[in-house]
């Protein structure tokens, strides 16, 4: 069972870098009936990246969206933008472990994939145990809260 609220819909965006595994993940969270806003980007062509990662970033900021997913080429550029938003805390994600280590100990709520860098079918696996991985807690709950620099 998911610890995040997913009667609310998942935020996810993306720029022409991530197009293709965002695609993916929309089919595997279709498969999984899963409720998710799409913020784009809609096709290949080249965007920039800030203007699908605010959205998502906003949308979880205001609690409108259980979680975020974004997706670039590095996903460097969707992370350090999403972490501007108060209250964020993006994960950059690569393997299995990672997303598992950003959701117990850091309480991550966006996932960061760099589409250029996962192999086929392990962004859907990250994003699977990203989304049912609680946050610990414990000793690591001092530490998120140092996070807010207001």
């Given at each position: ?67 975020g997913i974004l997706l670039c ?9 999403a972490n501007k938003h108060q209250g964020i ?62």
């Open positions: 069972m998911s610890p995040f609220n997913l009667q609310l819909p998942i935020a996810l965006g993306c720029d022409h870098a991530g197009f293709d595994c965002k695609e993916d993940l929309i089919s595997f969270l279709e498969g999984e009936g899963i409720v998710f806003k799409d913020f784009g980007c809609f096709t290949k062509d080249s965007v920039d990246y800030p203007d699908f990662a605010h959205p998502v970033a906003s949308a979880v900021e205001n609690g409108e969206a259980a979680f080429g590095s996903a460097n550029g969707v992370a350090i933008t805390r993006a994960a950059l994600c690569w393997d299995l472990e990672i997303a598992e280590l950003a959701r117990k100990h850091n309480d991550a709520n966006i996932i960061c994939i760099p589409a250029r860098f996962v192999r086929d079918g392990d962004a859907e696996k990250m994003l699977d145990i990203f989304m049912n991985t609680a946050f610990e807690g414990g000793r690591h709950q001092g530490r998120v809260e140092k996070i807010a620099c207001c």
